[in-house]
Nanobody, 125 residues
Framework: QLQLVESGGGLVQPGGSLRLSCVASGFTLDYHAIAWFRQAPGKEREGVSCISISGETTNYADSVKGRFAISRDNAKNTVYLQMNSLKPEDTAVYYC??????????????????WGQGTQVTVSS
């Protein structure tokens, strides 16, 4: 059974950092593009970032460019989202998603069929 598990969320002060992890079980991430999405209370889920199978292509939402960085370690079957300079508006449940895309990556929910359960990130003083 394909499963994605996110971790690393928590409570952090504005300006702080967190690193989220997305670990796959039941399949290898080597042949999957990975994306991170988030959903804040009362808002629709939105795309944050994605990374291609090779790791050569990454994309970011404008709201996180220059602050977040996505990376992958295929040997550990894990994708990371490093989040720096966090703002209260980054507060949300963060989800990772996987899909065996054979081209770059897109931050589009409809392109991904395997999803994790999410991890809560709260940015507050």
């Amino acid at each position: 059974q394909l499963q994605l598990v996110e971790s690393g969320g928590g409570l952090v002060q504005p300006g702080g950092s967190l690193r989220l992890s997305c670990v796959a079980s039941g399949f290898t991430l080597d042949y999957h593009a990975i994306a991170w999405f988030r959903q804040a209370p009362g808002k629709e889920r939105e795309g944050v970032s994605c990374i291609s199978i090779s790791g050569e292509t990454t994309n970011y939402a404008d709201s996180v460019k220059g602050r977040f960085a996505i990376s992958r370690d295929n040997a550990k079957n894990t994708v990371y989202l490093q989040m720096n300079s966090l703002k209260p508006e980054d507060t949300a449940v963060y989800y990772c998603a996987a899909e065996p895309l054979d081209y770059g990556c897109v931050i589009d929910q409809t392109a991904f069929s395997s999803w994790g359960q999410g991890t809560q990130v709260t940015v507050s003083s």
